[in-house]
């Protein structure tokens, strides 16, 4: 087949057609025309040589050309791709390395197999062209909801016409056990667009907790309009959710606005949900106060928060645990999602005998090491004494304020456990030194004798021992694993150390012994105080 005037026409039509019912651009088309052209005329011609193919996008007519680039003689390998400078300006006087000479050649005839080669290259073009234009269309979308046509069923996983492609549903990704049929409209959520050998794959979701808070934004024009502002979503797909707002604006209730009249804004989602129960709750700055919300409708009697462990401690009214705890600890489990922190739930007569029992373990210690009565014992856990590092270096004048005692009374407190104290630190660095303790740590300021003992029951003997340890390894510290929250026990960390003080302990043992420069230190402290101030401001 031959590229004659009757057919130049028909070039554009078909590139024309293909791009309109592939929806690309048609010069795409017109480009893998011309590439699979060439590589016929390559097969007519000879693959050494570079042939090249253009087709007039007015008229349709195809040239082809042969290319020859001027090399340096020393660099030229191709003699029919390639020619010397001497050679080119034998042909053409003015020209220069780099430049390109053209030389037009007679169009080729396909034969059936040229044909169907040049058949093959444009259909491999226009499926590429057609895959980039879906992933730059979907991946845009990413995100959002979008509605769509059920194709069909493959392994549980539902094949979703989208439009301009396919999106799949994975059995994992639906609502409980719905089932769709061929031709069942459903709404889903972009969850991931990626590209793949096969083309680009969009995952769609039913249970992605995004997918009830971008509901909520269809719903609501005071979400869509950045009144309200959805600050959590936590998700048992199909039985419960949980969703905290804020309003930006105090006239409008989040809560409120998000029910809608009579309800029929969350009725709305609930309907699209399968009808999963959802609890709005108002979002608040203050963990505490956000986490009572997020327990509803269980009444929350104290809350107690330990920030550096990311875990919270929650009382409530004994008749309220199991309120409290949900079905299946559903309830404690979306709150728990919901802030981001571990919650341990006990009823007020748990917190009561917890209470009990830790005045009970004061009172004998301070009993035992102080050498006193029950009633002074206790007197001193009532005024809040928790160790004997606060009863022997507390200011006199506190001591003293405890009804009963005296100025002599105060000081003989302060005497015995100071005694008492100083005898441990002694029996302390006995037991190191019987380990192998060098005295090098030992004097190294900044650690107790307690702690150069347990240092030296965990094989950390010497002060390059103690510089390799990661603050995490001295203070302990949480890891996540599969969601999971882990404690990581430190080797100081009975001793109160934060990754602060482990993290300065160490890059002094660093500096001592010359493996840092102090200047580097110096600087990295003024980042960590940067950031923090950043934090702060945040």
């Known amino acids: 087949m031959a590229i004659t005037s009757a057919n130049q026409l028909e070039l554009l039509q078909t590139a024309e057609a293909v791009a309109r019912e592939k929806m690309i651009d048609p010069d795409l088309v017109i480009q893998a025309m011309e590439e699979s052209l060439a590589r016929a005329a390559k097969s007519r011609y000879g693959s050494e040589l570079d042939i090249r193919v253009k087709i007039d996008r007015k008229t349709g007519r195809a040239t082809f050309a042969r290319i020859r680039t001027v090399v340096e003689e020393e660099l030229l390998e191709n003699h029919h791709a390639q020619l010397t400078l001497k050679q080119a300006k034998a042909i053409k006087p003015t020209a220069e390395l780099g430049d390109e000479l053209i030389d037009e050649v007679p169009p080729v005839d396909l034969g059936r197999i040229a044909a169907q080669s040049a058949k093959q290259v444009i259909l491999q073009k226009v499926r590429e062209a057609e895959r980039d234009r879906q992933y730059d269309e979907f991946k845009d979308r990413k995100g959002s909801i979008i509605n769509g046509v059920v194709k069909r069923e493959e392994y549980g996983n539902i094949i979703v016409d989208i439009g301009r492609g396919e999106g799949i549903l994975r059995r994992n990704e639906k609502i409980g056990r719905e089932s769709y049929r061929p031709n069942d409209r459903i709404r889903c959520y972009i969850k991931d667009v990626r590209r793949e050998a096969r083309g680009p794959q969009v995952f769609l979701s039913r249970t992605d907790p995004q997918f009830m808070a971008e509901l909520f934004k269809m719903e609501e024009p005071e979400i869509y309009d950045g009144i309200i502002e959805i600050k959590a979503v936590a998700r048992d797909p199909g039985s419960r959710a949980k969703i905290a707002v804020i309003s930006f604006d105090n006239s409008i209730d989040p809560v409120g606005a998000c029910v809608g009249m009579r309800g029929s804004r969350v009725q709305a989602v609930v309907n699209e949900l399968q009808g999963e129960k959802i609890d709005i709750i108002p979002w608040n700055q203050d963990q505490a106060t956000f986490l009572v919300n997020a327990l509803q409708p269980a009444e929350v009697s ?36 919901l802030t981001g922190l571990d919650i341990d739930i006990m ?37 809040g004494f928790t160790n004997l590092e606060e009863v022997a270096y507390v200011e006199s004048d506190e001591l003293i304020s405890i009804d009963g005692f005296d100025e002599d009374t105060a000081a003989e407190l302060q005497a015995r456990a100071r005694d008492y104290l100083e005898e441990q630190s002694r029996k302390a660095l006995e037991a190191a030194r019987a380990l192998g303790v060098e005295e090098a740590l030992i004097e190294f300021e900044g650690l107790t004798p307690q702690m150069i003992e347990a240092l030296a ?11 390799t340890c990661a603050d995490w390894e001295l203070a302990g510290g949480w890891t996540t694993e599969n969601g999971q929250r882990k404690k990581d026990e430190g080797i100081l960390e009975k001793f109160e150390v934060s990754l602060e003080e482990a993290q300065t302990l160490v890059m002094t043992a660093r500096v001592m012994l010359g493996w ?11 980042n960590a105080d940067a950031d923090a101030e950043e934090e702060a401001e945040a």
Not at 309 to 328: N, Y
Not at 353 to 378: G, N, P, S, W
């Open 516 to 526: 840092v420069d102090p200047t580097e230190m110096a600087g990295a402290a003024d």
């Open 347 to 383: 009823t007020e007569s748990e917190e009561s005998q917890r209470r009990q029992a830790e005045f009970a373990e004061r009172t004998k210690l301070f009993m035992d090491t102080l050498d006193v009565d029950e009633m002074i014992a206790q007197l001193l856990v009532s005024e």
């Open 302 to 337: 104290k809350v107690v928060i330990d920030e550096e462990a990311g875990k919270i401690e929650v009382v409530v009214p004994d008749e309220q645990l199991s309120l409290a705890i949900g079905r299946r600890g559903q309830n404690v489990r979306l709150a728990s999602q």
């Open 457 to 467: 029951k965990d094989g950390i003997k010497t002060l390059e021992d103690f510089a």
